[in-house]
């Protein structure tokens, strides 16, 4: 009866995603076409794709019906990935449908969903660290904030980026600890005890900004200058997007690999996936989960302290104020949406990355819609993905719950 309901309850979210689209239809003039460019070798902007809008919205719109009806049809057998194939067709609609009469530079916003991505990758790994372990994290938020901050301090007191990232480390791993000591050593509700970071990081932040930092312009470092990779920056398209970045963005994406090599395929990975898992057969078998809940944690603090760093001097060059601006949560909806995988919170943090980045260059295309509408694109996928992934994926056994040894 479940898989019944669920089925047809996809096959309703298809015939809505028709009508969405229909509704774009009767928005669109016929014969109007949008181009989708890159920046040549030369400077100049050419088309790679033009795509005639009508046809192309109607055409999509056909294919939903079908898909819904055929979805209908199939009882209480869902299609595979059929939430993600009607994702991809109503957002390829929505992007030609804003860009019309227009041109949208790929690479552009490739790039722009891959610098913003990169914070919530980030935030994504301190997650997965700390709840295969078995600990809840939702303070990954404040962890981001304080690395933020003190980023910008030790950027501006020794004169190097890198000595800021260090410091970003170093003090989101001590808001870890904090997190792990009062989860692990006192056993307080670990969903509270990161409520409680959270609010500890924005003011203590907050203060330390307003009666320290500012007074001794400590707060406006400025940025890491952008790495460029030579050869493989002169790689048409592709080139631009990977391979001329500031270092946080390849960080992160040399930790996602990383990140998956240790928890699948080292003795670490296994033991930590243990104690998230079943910690009293851990234990049983010599391991030590407290130790591991501790160093995993922590670890967890010094990846959500670089993406913070991200923010204050990879990004603005200054910490601002509650700069996070809910990151970390939205990082926690990207590793429950890639089920507490490197490789899967990473494909996530892509899509939120993306709805981030289209809703600027819908500003900049000016569509007619409200900005703060546009702005809260990437904070409503975040609602309707975790509001789809519930009893769709599974955390770790053991997560949330206090170990005492017997």
């Known amino acids: 009866m479940r898989g019944y309901t669920r089925t047809r309850g996809l096959a309703l979210a298809y015939g809505v995603g028709a009508l969405i689209l229909v509704a774009f239809i009767l928005n669109t003039e016929p014969g109007i076409r949008a181009a989708f460019t890159y920046t040549a070798s030369d400077g100049q902007e050419k088309a790679w794709v033009t795509v005639p809008v009508l046809p192309f919205l109607v055409g999509s719109a056909l294919l939903l019906l079908g898909l819904g009806m055929y979805q209908w049809r199939r009882g209480d057998r869902p299609m595979p990935y059929a939430a993600g194939i009607l994702g991809t067709v109503v957002g390829?609609?929505?992007?030609?449908?804003?860009?019309?009469?227009?041109?949208?530079?790929?690479?552009?916003?490739?790039?722009?969903?891959?610098?913003?991505?990169?914070?919530?990758?980030?935030?994504?790994?301190?997650?997965?660290f700390s709840e295969r372990s078995g600990i809840i994290n939702i303070a990954i938020e404040g962890m981001m904030l304080t690395g933020a901050?003190?980023?910008?301090?030790?950027?501006?007191?020794?004169?190097?980026p890198w000595w800021g990232l260090v410091a970003a480390m170093v003090f989101g791993g001590l808001m870890a600890a904090l997190h792990a000591v009062l989860s692990i050593?006192?056993?307080?509700?670990?969903?509270?005890?990161?409520?409680?970071?959270?609010?500890?990081?924005?003011?203590?932040?907050?203060?330390?900004?307003?009666?320290i930092l500012d007074p001794a312009n400590l707060s406006s470092p400025g940025t890491f200058a952008p790495i460029r990779i030579p050869v493989l920056a002169d790689i048409p398209i592709i080139g631009p997007i990977l391979f001329d970045n500031q270092p946080t963005i390849y960080i992160a994406l040399l930790l996602v690999p990383l990140a998956h090599i240790v928890l699948y395929h080292t003795v670490w990975g296994l033991h930590t996936r243990a104690a998230g898992e079943h910690p009293r057969a851990a234990d049983?078998?010599?391991?030590?989960?407290?130790?591991?809940r501790?160093?995993?944690?922590i670890i967890g603090g010094m990846l959500a302290g670089i993406g913070g760093a991200y923010f204050s001097i990879g990004e603005v060059g200054s910490f601002e104020d509650n700069m996070t601006n809910g990151r970390g949560f939205m990082a926690l909806a990207a590793m429950i949406f890639g089920n507490w995988n490197p490789f899967g919170g990473f494909a996530a943090s892509l899509l939120f990355g993306f709805a981030d980045a289209i809703q600027v260059k819908m500003q900049i295309l000016k569509v007619a819609v409200p900005p703060e509408f546009l702005q809260s694109i990437p904070y409503v996928l975040t609602i309707v993905v975790l509001a789809g992934l519930v009893g769709q994926v599974m955390p770790p056994a053991a997560e949330g719950r206090p170990y005492e040894r017997e």
């Open 92 to 128: 390829l609609a929505f992007i030609v449908w804003i860009t019309r009469g227009k041109s949208l530079n790929t690479p552009g916003i490739l790039q722009s969903t891959l610098v913003a991505a990169t914070p919530l990758t980030l935030g994504v790994l301190s997650g997965i």
């Open 149 to 160: 901050l003190a980023a910008a301090a030790f950027f501006a007191l020794t004169g190097s």
């Open 185 to 211: 050593r006192y056993k307080v509700d670990q969903i509270i005890s990161g409520t409680a970071i959270n609010i500890l990081a924005m003011g203590l932040t907050r203060y330390l900004n307003l009666r």
């Open 284 to 292: 049983t078998l010599g391991i030590d989960v407290f130790f591991l």
């Open 294 to 297: 501790y160093v995993n944690v």
